[in-house]
Structure formats: structure tokens, C-alpha cells
């Protein structure tokens, strides 16, 4: 069974950029690939000029891996404990790795529970150390798979501002993978798309919204009940009598001309929006199934 | 190279100690563990003793060989357990891809992945091993070349678990016969090797490498033969060369995980 086919992409030093698709379309295993976890059957991959199949360990140093499944703390050692361990994993001598836990220390937060076991923190406390641990060695690159994944939202904001300063501080790329369009959203400034092991889409996320947010969504609550049916540019999601949902194609009405079908002296409120990104996603995993 | 060598060296070592510091955390039981092995592996003696009793001489060995043996055996299943536990359920990390996260870092996977996690009871066994040692001879030579065999034999113990369970990149039961090559090594390990004949003695010098690690040990260790000594350890290099080769071989066919594993 193939995972994936004929996946081609180059990332820019300091980019961050998001790497989705449905799950089973092949996000993971390009992953393992470009961190020397899978060797591939056919292709060429080359990660700060190493190819991860032949220089496995010397890449290893370049790069820093978080898989919000995969936990690589020990749980009984404090996270202090776990970050020395790290450093000597990475050959960092004594005082330098001190200076850095003392510098991730300070960007992560991390002040009021390092000296904490791991097994006691809170989920959220706990990704925080993993990025800090896959930071010791001042990787390049850094992946994330899932980082956020099971934590609230309070704390989901909380790891994506942490992560975008560190962006912003060290310079590194972060290259993720996520279900969480906030994570998306509020990281990424490009976003590849992958489905059935294939890249659909490879593109800003600027332009990712601007081409596919040209339609609106129109919800307004009526004071009398209106008969209104799809037409060119104008689609009905939801009528329920007083309660109308639909969706306008800018490109061939105008929001204007929907408001005048519906009457404007009749709508009691109304709430005009862009469609989520979410969903524009989704039909972009839609249609990588059908071709 | 030799930093590289002393680096990876100081992390097994830096791992066994945070695995030992785990196991310590329930001091009652982790104490309890090793009495019980000693006690465990002393019970078996008593056999021996009563044998002894009825008949001398079993299978070329006298009561002291016999308690030489056992130490032997309890000294490499110790050492090769405390050291390099994981090598004996290497399968069901492959199985699983649990070795994800080693391959991200730049060590040595195969011995990273090994040297992971400890068994406290291995402890028992060590300790019961000197003690037989003592009984048997108590001299420094003879105490510097006990513990050079227990080394050499524990690391040929766990080479044939790698070399078996490394088949898991290759087909799914391995760890079957991982499991069952292993058992069958540690319990011929206990019985004089006089009492077999044939291609079972065959079997102890090449497949299941047994002579090597109990038998011939014994025999330097009752008459020091120099070319005997060089033998066990050019023995227990190939088998170590040959386990990193099957190993990485088979790590190319390496094919991960989805699964949700937390360190513990």
C-alpha cells in the first residue's frame, strides 16, 4: 500500500507552515520521512541539506520533533530533569544547556513548574516542556504533529502565541501538521494541502482566503415567512420559515441582490459572515476525493 | 568517533540511572524484587543439593561446577536484564513502532531503544551470581574472569534476542521465536553440558550459542585456558557485530505508528 505519491514542496528557512489533510492522507509519513523515521521506497528528500535515509543522526541535530501523541518526557524526572537529559542527548555541554533552560525558561513560562514532576502537570504544562525539550538543541526546523491536541482552548491560545514567539525569536521553521484550524489559522502563513498522499493545494494562507472566500453566509430572522428558492448565485442551507441560512456567490450576485429577495423592511436581524475555514477545507479535502 | 562513542556510552548509562531512579520510587518493592529473586534462584540449588546427595558426579560436573553454572546463568540473565532490558521485548516495540522517538535523536537507536528501561529483579539474579562465585572460588582472578563471562555471555544473550526479535521487521510472529530462543538458551544454561550429546551439543555451539556463555566459561574457570578466553570473546564480538547488522537491515523496513504512547 502506497502512503504517498509523488509529494513535492520546498519550505523557506523560517516559514511556518501547515501540513493538513484528512486523516490516513499521508501527513504522518511524509513527516517520518523528512525526520529519517521512514525510509521511502522511491524519491529524494533533502532536509537542510541531508538526505534524513543516509544522515539520520546528523540531521537529528538540526531538527526538533514534537508528536502531541508521542510523549518523549520521563514522566518521573522534573522537567529541569528531562531538559539536562535532552542537552546531553544532544552533546551540549553543562553550562550551555543551563543558559538555554534558563532562556526557554523565561519564553515558555515554565518558571512555576519545572521542578516539578512530570507526571503531576497538567496536559497543557506538559506540551509546553515537550516543545521546550525539542528546543534544547536550537534546532532549524521544528515539527509538530498535533501539538495541541486534547487541550482547551484557554491553553491551545496560550501554546500557539508561546510557539510564534519562538518563531519570531530563534528564526526557526516550523513545519505542522493539525486537525485544529485555530492552530492553522493563527500560525501558518502557508498551508499545504494533502489528500490520498497527494499535495492538492500549496499556497498562502492569504490566498487561500482570498480565492475561496467568495462566498458569504446570510443569516437573518424574518418577521413574515418568504418563499425563496436557489438560483444562480444564491444557495438555501436552511429555511426554517422565520430562520434563513443562505449562501451568496459573490462572484455572481451581490450581497445586495440577496437582501433585496428577502426584503429588507421583513428582516427582524440579520448576520452576514465568511464561510469558515473549516469548511472551506473540507471541500478541499472533498474534492482531492473525487479526482 | 571516540567522543561519539563516550557520549553514547554516558547516555545508556545517564538512561539505566533514571530507569533505576523509577523503579526506586516504591522502595518496599523494589526491594523486595531482588530478595525474592535470590531467593528465587536459590530454591533451584536445593535440587541440585539432594541430587548431589544420591549421586556424584553429574554430567562431568561436581556439586561446586553445578553451583558455578547457575551462577553463571544467573549472572548473564541479570546483567544482560538490568543492562539492556528492552532487548527481550525489542519485538513489541517494533511491532508497535514505539521506536519513533530514538529515531529522532542522534544515538544509536539499537542501543538507545535497549538500554531504555531496567528489571529490578535482574538485581536478585546479580547478586546471586557473586554469591555463587564466592562459594565456588574466592579469589580476584577468579572474580575478574566471573564478571568478564557474565559481560561477555549477557551480551551474547542479548545480541540473540536482538538478531531473533529484529525478524519483527519482517513478519509479525518474531517475536514467538524471539521469545522462545531466548527461553530455550536460558534453560539449558542450568543443566551440565555432559548430559547432552549429539546435535543438541551442536546446537549450543552455533544456533543457541549456550557453550559460549555457561559452558566453556565453566571450563576456564575450573582449568584457565588462554585460547579458550580469546574464543568466548571473539564469539560474543560476532554476535554483537551481527546483531547491529540484522537490526539495521531490518530498520529499513521500519514502519511506524499512529498509536498514542506516553513515556512511562
Redesign the interface.
Known amino acids: 500500500m502506497k502512503a504517498v505519491r509523488n509529494i513535492d514542496f520546498s519550505v523557506e528557512k523560517g516559514e511556518m507552515v501547515a501540513f493538513i489533510g484528512p486523516n490516513g492522507a499521508g501527513k ?1 509519513t511524509t513527516i ?1 520521512m523528512m ?5 521511502p521506497t522511491k524519491g529524494s528528500i533533502n532536509v537542510l541539506g541531508f538526505d534524513p535515509t543516509k544522515n ?3 540531521l ?2 538540526e ?1 526538533g ?1 514534537v ?1 502531541g ?9 522534573t522537567p529541569y ?1 528531562n531538559f539536562k ?1 535532552f542537552g ?4 551540549i555541554p553543562d553550562y550551555a544547556v543551563e543558559k538555554k533552560i534558563e532562556e526557554l525558561k523565561e519564553l515558555f513560562e515554565l518558571g512555576d513548574f519545572i521542578n516539578i514532576p512530570v507526571r503531576n502537570l497538567s496536559l497543557g504544562q506538559r506540551i509546553r516542556c515537550e516543545i521546550v525539550a525539542s528546543l534544547i538543541h536550537e534546532p532549524k526546523i521544528l515539527f509538530l504533529d498535533e501539538p495541541t491536541i486534547g487541550l482547551d482552548p484557554v491553553v491551545k491560545e496560550n501554546i500557539r502565541s508561546l510557539i510564534k514567539r519562538m518563531n519570531k525569536e530563534y528564526k526557526t521553521t516550523v513545519f505542522l501538521t493539525s486537525h485544529d484550524v485555530g492552530d492553522i489559522e493563527k500560525l501558518c502563513s502557508r498551508v499545504i494541502i494533502i489528500n490520498n498522499g497527494q499535495v492538492v493545494l500549496d499556497d498562502s494562507m492569504e490566498n487561500l482566503k482570498y480565492h475561496y472566500l467568495n462566498k458569504k453566509i446570510v443569516e437573518a430572522k424574518m418577521r413574515e415567512k418568504v418563499n425563496l428558492e436557489d438560483e444562480d448565485g444564491i444557495t438555501i442551507l436552511k429555511d426554517k420559515g422565520y430562520n434563513l441560512k443562505i449562501e451568496v456567490d459573490t462572484e455572481k450576485r451581490t450581497v445586495a441582490d440577496a437582501l433585496k429577495l428577502l426584503n429588507p423592511d421583513n428582516i427582524i436581524d440579520i448576520n452576514i459572515s465568511n464561510v469558515p475555514l473549516e469548511d472551506i477545507i473540507s471541500s478541499i479535502y472533498r474534492k482531492g476525493d473525487k479526482s | 568517533m571516540l567522543t561519539a562513542v563516550r557520549n553514547q556510552i554516558r547516555i545508556s548509562l545517564l538512561t539505566t540511572k533514571y530507569a533505576l531512579v523509577r523503579e526506586m520510587l516504591n522502595k518496599a518493592t523494589f526491594f523486595m524484587n531482588i530478595v525474592f529473586m535470590i531467593l528465587n534462584d536459590a530454591s533451584f540449588i536445593i535440587q541440585w543439593v539432594i541430587l548431589y546427595s544420591i549421586q556424584d558426579g553429574i554430567g562431568g560436573y561436581n556439586l561446586k561446577q553445578v553451583l558455578l553454572l547457575w551462577g553463571l546463568a544467573a549472572g548473564t540473565f541479570g546483567f544482560s536484564r538490568f543492562f539492556f532490558y528492552r532487548a527481550f521485548n525489542l519485538s513489541e516495540i517494533i511491532n508497535n513502532g514505539k521506536l519513533d522517538s530514538y529515531l529522532v535523536q542522534p544515538k544509536n537507536v539499537l542501543l538507545s531503544v535497549i538500554t531504555s528501561d531496567v528489571s529490578t529483579s535482574a538485581l536478585g539474579d546479580i547478586f546471586y551470581a557473586y554469591i555463587m562465585a564466592f562459594i565456588y572460588k574466592c579469589s580476584i582472578t577468579n572474580i575478574l574472569l566471573f564478571t568478564f563471562f557474565i559481560i561477555t555471555g549477557g551480551l551474547i544473550l542479548v545480541s540473540i534476542s536482538v538478531i531473533l526479535s529484529s525478524l519483527s521487521f519482517w513478519f509479525q510472529k518474531a517475536d514467538m521465536i524471539a521469545e522462545t530462543g531466548v527461553s530455550l538458551m536460558t534453560s539449558f544454561a542450568t543443566y551440565p553440558d555432559g548430559i547432552f550429546k549429539g546435535a543438541v551439543k551442536i546446537l549450543f555451539y552455533t544456533l543457541l550459542p549456550v557453550g559460549f556463555v555457561n559452558y566453556i566459561p565453566v571450563g576456564i574457570l575450573s582449568e584457565f585456558r588462554l585460547e579458550y578466553l580469546i574464543l568466548v570473546f571473539v564469539v560474543a564480538l560476532f554476535f554483537i557485530v551481527l546483531a547491529f547488522v540484522v537490526f539495521y537491515r531490518g530498520l529499513h523496513r521500519y514502519s511506524s505508528s499512529n498509536l498514542m504512547i506516553s513515556k512511562i
Open positions: 504522518s517520518k525526520t529519517g523515521i521512514l525510509y539520520r543522526r546528523k537529528a541535530y531538527i520533533t508528536f501523541q508521542k510523549e518523549q518526557l520521563w514522566t518521573h524526572l530533569d537529559f546531553a542527548i544532544y552533546d
